[in-house]
């Protein structure tokens, strides 16, 4: 069965500042990876998705994330965040002869205005 | 647009009480999901369904069931609630394939105290 491992539970950052959000995962075979985001009070929402072809991905509202295949990674990234950033994010992987997806814990980001 | 609806944002229950919690999709897909979401854990699936009438155990699915008898409709069932189901239960939804580039569209959840 795959896992999935957010390092970081909560995350600090003043505006401006540039995040990067790791997100590893151990499966053998080919997947499917997302970031979703979970604003308070509202439900999740897809941020980005890689299926295949070019690692680096770009999502909504700025962020991007890259499928680096041999550290099994797929790290969030945004060059300079926002205060409306704050949310939670959770980092997802699905097998890609699957439905199921496996979340990682999520991680809590505040942005200080 | 894709609307899944939860039919509770708050629920409060008593330990033992048979608990049933409602989700409804618009958009004819085929897919639909349980999760429960807890601090640090993340979103855990505890039942999943393909189809009427399908369903498969997801990573937690001890003292729940689940029921799906339209595909529109699926039901999460706390046969008996105990404090540790206290959670947020998400629901959601996608169509079908396998390697299919759809994603899973999510309800606004529902927080199930049980006391």
């Known amino acids: 069965a795959q896992s999935v491992s957010q390092h970081n539970h909560h995350v600090i950052l003043s505006e401006a500042a540039s995040l990067e959000l790791g997100c590893n995962y151990s499966y053998g075979g080919t997947v499917n990876l997302f970031w979703y985001v979970q604003y308070p009070g509202q439900h999740l929402q897809l941020l980005l998705k890689y299926f295949s072809g070019d690692p680096l991905v770009k999502g909504i509202k700025g962020f991007e994330a890259e499928f680096i295949k041999s550290k099994f990674s797929f790290n969030l990234r945004k060059p300079s965040v926002q205060w409306s950033d704050t949310a939670e994010y959770f980092c997802?992987?699905?097998?890609?002869?699957?439905?199921?997806?496996?979340f990682g814990g999520g991680t809590r980001l505040m942005v200080k205005p | 647009d894709v609307k899944v609806t939860q039919s509770s944002r708050y629920l409060v229950k008593r330990t033992g009480e048979k608990v049933f919690l409602e989700c409804v999709q618009d958009m004819d897909h085929e897919n639909m999901f349980w999760y429960r979401q807890d601090p640090g854990l993340g979103l855990r699936l505890i039942y999943f369904?393909?189809?009427?009438?399908?369903?498969e155990k997801g990573d937690i699915p001890e003292g729940y069931s689940v029921s799906r008898e339209k595909k529109e409709r699926f039901s999460l069932i706390l046969e008996s609630a105990s404090t540790n189901q206290t959670s947020m239960y998400l629901c959601?939804?996608?169509?079908?394939?396998?390697?299919?580039?759809?994603?899973?569209?999510f309800g606004d959840g529902t927080r199930l105290s049980i006391l």
């Open positions: 959601a939804s996608s169509l079908r394939g396998e390697g299919s580039n759809q994603p899973q569209h």
């Open positions: 369904s393909y189809d009427v009438k399908m369903k």
């Open positions: 997802a992987v699905r097998p890609n002869a699957g439905n199921m997806l496996t």
